[in-house]
């Protein structure tokens, strides 16, 4: 199997595309790394796992940026090579822009995309070392483009669109590839958890998120685009998205107009 004595470090990974993720590694053979910022609710997904010289839980908050040498440190050191980082810890966002606090905007950015980036720039080196791994930062459609309520997420998952087109790139001759994985709707808490203007929880699910497939899913589909080495991953992809992601790339214009007035929640 492809994934089988693998080491496969996953950030995000209490709940969600993370969570499954996790699981999904786990009972195919992978050595799991798992980290969020909750050491319990770790631990609670790992409690059923017999086999505990297969993973390691390794608390972590991507906000925390200093942090994020140590954690890649201890991560490497475990086994002594890492197969594959999924850059998956995210926060998303139901605001205007106009009434989004600074502080909020920063933080959506130092989580989303300084701190994929930041701990991509700590494992590079142990990579290039080793002549091979995978990088796979969780992006979103919202990615491609962008829409009311969403500016700052927005600009965030553009970032790593851009940072991580130009590694793949740098390290295409040092054995490391980098996969793009680009969610639509996958029912996750992620509209639930999206910070408002001030920095609260939103607190509500997103309909469209609720009616997506599920993070399983979302894995199966994920953990197959990795075997591929595909550029990019999509999935969760409507209908109205498809069209969205066609008009972003043919016809700007026109779907500049259709978000002037489409209703988003």
């Known amino acids: 199997m492809f994934w089988n004595n693998k080491v496969c470090w996953i950030t995000g990974a209490s709940s969600g595309i993370g969570e499954a993720l996790a699981k999904m590694l786990y009972n195919r053979g992978a050595r ?14 790992c409690s059923s796992w017999d086999d505990k ?20 440190e ?35 950015i130092d989580i989303n995309y300084l ?32 829409t009311p309520l969403r500016s700052s997420y927005s600009a965030s998952k553009m970032a790593l669109q851009g940072y991580f087109d130009g590694l793949r790139a740098e390290v295409h001759e040092k054995g490391i590839q ?20 001030t920095g609260g929880k939103h607190g509500e699910m997103d309909p469209n998120q609720d009616s997506g497939i599920s993070p399983e899913a979302a894995a199966e589909i994920i953990l197959k685009g990795l075997e591929k080495n595909k550029r990019e991953i999509y999935m969760g992809i409507a209908p109205k998205v498809k069209l969205a992601l066609f008009l972003s790339r043919f016809l700007p214009s026109v779907l500049a107009r259709m978000l002037r007035t489409a209703e988003v929640k």
């Open 32 to 45: 799991v790394i798992l980290s969020a910022r909750s050491e319990q609710k770790l631990e609670e997904i």
């Open 53 to 72: 010289e297969r993973f390691m839980i390794l608390p972590l908050d991507m906000s925390d940026h200093d942090s994020l040498e140590q954690a890649a």
């Open 74 to 108: 201890t991560a490497c050191r475990k086994w002594k090579r890492l197969d594959l980082l999924v850059n998956n810890a995210g926060v998303s966002q139901r605001s205007l822009a106009a009434e989004t606090d600074f502080s909020v905007m920063k933080q959506i």
């Open 115 to 146: 701190g994929a980036a930041g701990l991509t720039r700590e494992v590079l080196p142990f990579m290039i070392k080793q002549g091979s791994g995978i990088i796979a930062p969780v992006s979103s459609v919202a990615g491609k483009f962008a």
């Open 178 to 197: 980098i996969n793009l994985i680009v969610p639509g709707f996958v029912r996750t808490n992620i509209s639930l958890n999206a910070m408002n203007a």
